[in-house]
């Protein structure tokens, strides 16, 4: 029951839990308590809105970060990844496989801005080796939503 709210919540946080119930055919009053369970148990940890900014007019510049590390004694990557996160211009940090060890996505108000981020504060820190900058062009998906269709959906309906 409870991977069945987590997927309706997932795709549309807004569900109040009336719906939820109605959807899975379960008591009102149990969904609501398993909805506030995981929220304090941390499976939930926040409720989530995709926001296209460019169509509401804000200029933000986003760049995925390839960082290469020195992993520390006892703590491996944790310890510098937490000091990366706390940044407030980090907007996800992520431990990969490959020839970098952390993707960091950073957000900023212009190229110089992320640039400068980059360049006086991330490369800087103790243990970072090096970083790859990569700019975010143009975002065509994400979080499973399609930003802009460029073409409308030509799949033949079926009916029983």
Do not use: C
């Amino acid at each position: 029951m409870r991977k069945k709210i987590l997927e309706l919540l997932e795709n549309n946080g807004k569900l109040t839990a009336k719906e939820i119930a109605v959807m899975l055919a379960l008591p009102v009053d149990q969904v609501a308590k398993e909805i506030t369970a995981m929220e304090e148990e941390k499976i939930i940890l926040r409720y989530h809105t995709l926001i296209n900014w460019e169509k509401a007019g804000a200029e933000e510049v986003a760049a995925l970060i390839d960082v290469k590390v020195t992993p520390q004694q006892d703590v491996g990557f944790d310890e510098i990844a937490g000091r990366i996160y706390r940044y407030p211009e980090v907007k996800s940090v992520f431990l990969m496989s490959g020839s970098y060890d952390l993707s960091v996505l950073v957000q900023g108000k212009s190229l110089k801005e992320v640039a400068t981020f980059v360049s006086q504060k991330l490369a800087t820190l103790e243990h970072v080796q090096s970083t790859v900058t990569h700019f975010i062009l143009k975002r065509y998906k994400q979080d499973g939503v399609i930003f802009e269709d460029q073409e409308a959906d030509r799949r033949q309906v079926l009916q029983p």
